[in-house]
């Protein structure tokens, strides 16, 4: 499956995007075509859990991929960025700076993860050492990226990229440990290290679902402030139709929505939230925000609608704009 909404000399789409911004041939941060990633289960067979995905990532754009618990995103934003978990088997190709990462030595993804792709986590306490003051950890990650030059210049920078986060007293939290802070100052701390070395791509995965909805939601209009400061693309996955709205909210951002590790829809967020196509998308928006099913919780989903086998490949309904049909119909060409 290709990523028929980006632009770019190989897209056959129209030129959908935010034209006269960036010229075609700006590269994409990320280009991942045809990516598939398999486990093998107890009986000794491979399933398949990230079926043909292809989505490229452009710079100062916001990709939201949504999708239910299990469909396979985190496994997929793992894999594009050369983490797959252990035992994974992975196809498909993963292109960064003209390198396919999914082919690359680990030795050469390390220069690249946590400096050019930065990772925002779920739970910020799994990126922080529990044992460690804030500002040294930061510090710490600047130069193993020998991102500074000297003691002056990483503590400077440390200051600057707590500010950055919007923390108002960063001398202060830099002396403290992660557990003297606030879980929504740890997670904001967290992106402070996701993005000290400007990188080309930030991938939050449900960075704020570990957090109250009000702290959740500043932490998320953060990323989103950042990725006009930095120009980075940002790959932000989440399972909330309303977290997914509130951080794709510009006209060049867009949502890609998965079901059981296929793209079943994917456009701006203007098309897929305000005119879904496809009735799983329908049923996740129809589920929030004060329908019958409380925030968080999952649309029930028709048993036709969830089969992989039922759902082809994205099929254009409008410029930039893709939706999975039912086989027979999209065999029949019917758009
Ligand atoms: N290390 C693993 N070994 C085997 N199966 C895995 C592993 N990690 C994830 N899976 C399976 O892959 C599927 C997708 O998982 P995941 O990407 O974590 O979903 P999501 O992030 O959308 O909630 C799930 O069925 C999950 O059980
Ligand atoms: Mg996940």
């Given at each position: 499956m290709t990523d028929t909404t980006r632009r770019g000399p190989k897209s056959e789409a129209p030129d959908i995007a935010r034209a006269g911004q960036l010229p075609p041939e700006v590269p994409l941060a990320l280009d991942a075509t045809d990516v598939s990633v398999s486990f093998r289960s107890t009986g000794g067979r491979w399933s398949t859990v990230v079926d043909r995905v292809g989505l490229g990532f452009e710079r100062a754009q916001v990709t939201v991929l949504l999708g239910e618990s299990g469909s396979g995103k985190t496994v997929f934003a793992r894999s594009i960025t050369g983490?797959?978990?252990?035992g994974a088997r992975v196809d498909g190709t993963a292109i960064f700076d003209n390198r396919d990462l999914l082919k690359i030595s680990r030795r050469a993804l390390r220069t690249i993860q946590g400096d050019r792709i930065g990772m925002v986590p779920q739970d910020p306490n799994s990126s922080l050492d529990p044992m460690r003051r804030i500002g040294g950890q930061i510090i710490e990650t600047l130069e193993q990226h020998r991102r500074v030059d000297g003691r002056d210049a990483a503590h400077a920078r440390m200051i600057e990229l707590l500010t950055l986060v919007h923390i108002h007293d960063p001398e202060r939290v830099a002396r403290?440990?992660?557990?003297?802070?606030s879980g929504g100052m740890r997670q904001r701390i967290a992106i402070a290290i996701a993005i000290c070395c400007d990188p080309e791509l930030i991938v939050a995965d449900e960075?704020?679902?570990?957090?109250?909805a009000s702290v959740g939601v500043r932490v998320v209009q953060l990323l989103g402030d950042l990725r006009d400061r930095l120009n980075t693309a940002i790959l932000f996955i989440t399972h909330d139709i309303g977290i997914a709205a509130l951080i794709a909210n510009q006209p060049g951002d867009r949502v890609a929505v998965m079901l059981s590790g296929r793209i079943v829809e994917l456009g701006f967020a203007s098309q897929v939230l305000h005119?879904?196509?496809h009735p799983y998308t329908r049923a996740l928006i129809a589920a929030?925000?004060?329908?019958e099913v409380a925030r968080g919780q999952l649309a029930v989903v028709p048993d036709d609608v969830r089969s992989q086998r039922y759902w082809s490949e994205l099929i254009p309904v409008e410029p930039g704009h893709g939706v999975a049909k039912p086989l027979e119909h999209a065999e029949a060409g019917v758009a």
């Open positions: 983490m797959a978990p252990f403290c440990y992660p557990h003297e802070v960075p704020s679902s570990a957090l109250d005119n879904a196509h929030e925000p004060s329908g």
